[in-house]
């Protein structure tokens, strides 16, 4: 299993057709697009213009191969002092060998780098593999968004994990 390295252009393909693989539902390109890393250097910055604020934020996405299969994934979004983890995917057959543990810790120095004073993220509640992970990383359960899920109308499960810097 080859390291953890930022998403690039090149790698959409191979990430939209895991998104497909696992997602019930699943991103578009475009929306991939927006945490690719090679827009300034390491991240990609956005401002959202209104009126009378400007709020920037700041999106990231790391991918993972065995040989030439990417077998992950992760995006996360920077905004205040909070990164959310908005998508994480781990391919069936590399499932339970603690890729998603890694795809997380990247994240987590991420946030610490970016001095963040937490990182938050959202799960189906029936998916008990993931709520696992999330809970044995630290993540504390926050939440509850009843019937958030368009495809079933499952409820979202909200954590937050406090990050100390350092």
């Not at 996405?61 to 299969?69: L, Q």
Request: contains cysteine; proline residues 3%; aromatic residues 10%.
């Amino acid at each position: 299993m080859n390291g953890v390295r930022s998403m690039t252009f090149g790698d959409l393909d191979a990430v939209l057709s895991l998104e497909r693989d696992v997602s019930p539902q699943p991103w578009a390109r475009s929306h991939f697009e927006a945490f690719i890393c090679e827009r300034d250097g390491e991240t990609h910055k956005q401002t959202l213009r209104t009126m009378p604020v400007s709020i920037t934020w700041v999106r990231s996405g790391w991918v993972v191969y065995e040989e030439k299969e990417l077998i992950g994934f992760i995006c996360a979004s920077e905004l205040a002092e909070a990164v959310e983890v908005e998508n994480l995917a781990v391919h069936q057959s590399f499932r339970r060998r603690g890729l998603g543990r890694r795809l997380l810790e990247t994240v987590v120095l991420f946030a610490k780098k970016r001095g963040a004073l937490s990182i938050r993220l959202e799960v189906r509640a029936e998916n008990k593999a993931a709520r696992s992970l999330y809970e044995g990383l630290g993540f504390r359960l926050t939440g509850i968004r009843p019937r958030y899920y368009a495809d079933n109308r499952e409820d979202a499960v909200l954590y937050d994990l406090p990050l100390t810097q350092g």
